[in-house]
């Protein structure tokens, strides 16, 4: 059975929590303001009675016209009231948003965040949350007033003289037709509008992201151009909604505000053939100018619920992705830090990478995983480090299913050191703190003393305090591969993946490496992943994995024996190795 989807309104109120009440609050306050605005017609109405039926005490009139100041201030303050409760609870909403999609993320397979441009998420979680922000505060008590307050002076209306409430609505139900007409595809529309400001935003965040690539191939015209192009489809989904909504709009604002074009004619021929008395139709009159203010009010707010149903089904398109499946709290203990990997498969989209892979990684081992490139290395770590969930088949660290442990007893069991390790744009002490928040400064030194990089870190500008661009920028691949290095020694987990941890180093800084990497992995489960293969002969067992297979497995004599695909890559290494010894 397909599940239900949740509506806009019970996302609103589920961030809403606790802050419900106010909004109940606000609706509240706002039917008392209802009552305050509408009070002064039936004053004016109880003036032109008594003024047609020949009252002359001024005092009367003055009493009456200082109730009518009275009620408009009344009405002000509960205005505004009801306004400030309104913007409170919104602002929890916005933030219950925000922090709901920053959790959401941590939750869902690194696939889902990495396969989105990283120009939508920021425009979801900045700019369209923060634009529902005005329309949300004031949508709340500022609809209900003007939806009710033109209910209740039509029901007077009615009593007074049904014809000409009716009349009355003649002109109204034209606007509303016209406005029905303006909004035959505004989802389409709006959503248009959203998708070529999804991608502007990518594009502008692609351009800037790759401006290194872009300038070394001389290539910024072209990639300027598909900015612009960008930003000539965002500038015509606007247009051409406008331009189709022109003739709508300007029909609904031309008639819908005269109902005095029915009530004023067919009022006089009512008092003249004498079914309707002369301050009745004065009353009518003022009625029917009451009705029109208050729903065109209601129509423009239409246009923003339409709005915020767009920016809700967004928000809840990022809430609603499936997460990995961990249970909240870990159901077993794992017995050691041993990693089996049993007939996995799994595939990016529908593709199927690996085939069915299956390893048994010793406790307190040292593992290494080689093959040719794009032979599923990489994807074989991310899915032990539970970046993505496997298809099908299990991962156990310690005879325990990942699936059956919480993310959180997961993490502290392993430390992943990828490729391209993330620094914050933060100090280098606090990206080292990332591995634990609760180690101490001098621990910290420690920790670079022991990885290599204690000594690059004092010669920069300000030593630990210097603060490195986004993604590291400010350090040299190498100089980030060590930080990270660093920063999982500090995080002392059981069982550490090393991802291409000598990727960026060259042959001088290779010792230092290696040396810090067996200091983070003295005692410990270790998984490296390595094209240089002398980095990972000694290890205690080596896989060799081709096109997503494991094809062979034992150590590096037993391979070279063994495995034809191994003695190759090895024979090709030590020629490489050669040759570049032989150019030095
Ligand atoms: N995020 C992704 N989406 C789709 N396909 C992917 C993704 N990441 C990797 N692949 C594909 O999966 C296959 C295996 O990639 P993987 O990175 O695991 O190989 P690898 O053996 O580590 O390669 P290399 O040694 O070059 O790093 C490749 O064909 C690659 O193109």
Request: charged share 20%; aromatic share 8%; with cysteine.
């Amino acid at each position: 059975m397909k599940e239900k989807k949740k509506s806009a309104v019970s996302w609103i109120l589920t961030w809403a929590g606790q802050k419900r009440i106010a909004y109940v609050w606000s609706v509240l306050l706002a039917i008392g303001n209802v009552i305050f605005k509408i009070l002064p017609y039936f004053i004016i109405a109880d003036i032109v009675k008594l003024f047609l039926n020949g009252e002359k005490e001024f005092e009367i009139y003055l009493a009456k016209a200082v109730l009518i100041a009275l009620s408009f201030i009344i009405a002000e303050l509960l205005h505004s009231l009801s306004t400030a409760l309104s913007h409170k609870a919104t602002f929890a909403v916005l933030a219950n948003i925000r922090k709901s999609c920053c959790d959401k993320l941590a939750r869902v397979p690194l696939g889902y965040v990495k396969d989105t441009p990283s120009g939508t998420f920021k425009n979801i979680m900045v700019e369209r949350i923060d634009s529902i922000e005005t329309t949300l505060a004031h949508i709340v008590p500022e609809f209900t007033s003007n939806l009710l307050a033109p209910i209740v002076i039509l029901i007077y209306f009615f009593l007074t003289d049904w014809r000409l409430a009716l009349w009355s609505l003649v002109p109204v139900i034209v606007g509303f037709l016209s406005y029905f007409g303006m909004m035959l595809d505004y989802k389409p529309s709006f959503e248009r509008t959203v998708q070529t400001t999804k991608d502007l935003n990518d594009a502008a965040v692609e351009y800037i992201d790759g401006i290194e690539v872009i300038k070394a191939f001389g290539k910024t015209e072209s990639s300027y151009a598909k900015f612009t192009k960008a930003a000539m489809a965002y500038a015509d989904s606007f247009i051409s909604w406008m331009k189709r909504c022109s003739i709508f709009h300007g029909l609904m604002m031309v008639v819908t505000p005269y109902t005095l074009l029915t009530v004023l004619p067919f009022g006089a021929h009512y008092v003249a053939n004498g079914t309707l008395a002369i301050s009745d139709f004065v009353i009518c009159i003022i009625l029917s100018l009451g009705i029109v203010g208050p729903l065109i009010t209601v129509g423009s707010y239409t246009d923003d619920l339409g709005k915020i149903g767009v920016i809700v089904g967004e928000v809840a398109g990022i809430l609603e992705q499936p997460e990995l499946e961990r249970p909240e709290k870990s159901k077993s203990v794992p017995k050691d830090n041993s990693v089996t990997l049993e007939d996995v498969r799994f595939g990016y989209h529908d593709k199927e990478i690996l085939h069915g892979v299956t390893m048994e990684l010793k406790a307190g081992t040292v593992n290494a995983i080689v093959g040719p490139s794009g032979s599923g290395k990489s994807t074989i770590a991310k899915l032990i480090a539970s970046l993505w969930d496997v298809d099908s088949g299990s991962i156990k660290i310690g005879g325990v299913d990942v699936k059956e442990m919480s993310l959180a007893d997961f993490n502290r069991k392993i430390a992943y050191v990828a490729q391209d390790n993330y620094l914050f744009n933060e100090t280098v002490r606090e990206n080292i703190r990332q591995g634990n928040p609760e180690a101490t400064d001098e621990q910290i030194i420690e920790v670079t003393k022991k990885s290599g990089c204690y000594e690059f870190i004092m010669q920069l500008e300000n030593g630990f305090d210097t603060v490195v661009g986004g993604a590291g920028g400010h350090l040299s691949g190498g100089e980030r591969q060590r930080i990270s290095i660093a920063r999982a020694m500090l995080k002392d987990a059981p069982i550490v993946i090393l991802d291409e941890a000598t990727a960026y180093t060259d042959p001088e800084n290779e010792a230092i490496l290696q040396n810090s990497i067996a200091k983070l992995v003295a005692g410990k489960t270790l998984i490296v992943i390595a094209h240089r293969l002398s980095t990972v002969k000694d290890s205690d067992q080596i896989f060799v994995v081709n096109d997503g297979n494991v094809t062979a497995h034992g150590t590096h004599e037993e391979l070279l024996m063994s495995c034809p695909l191994y003695k190759e890559m090895w024979d090709a290494h030590i020629s490489v190795k050669d040759t570049v010894k032989e150019g030095e």
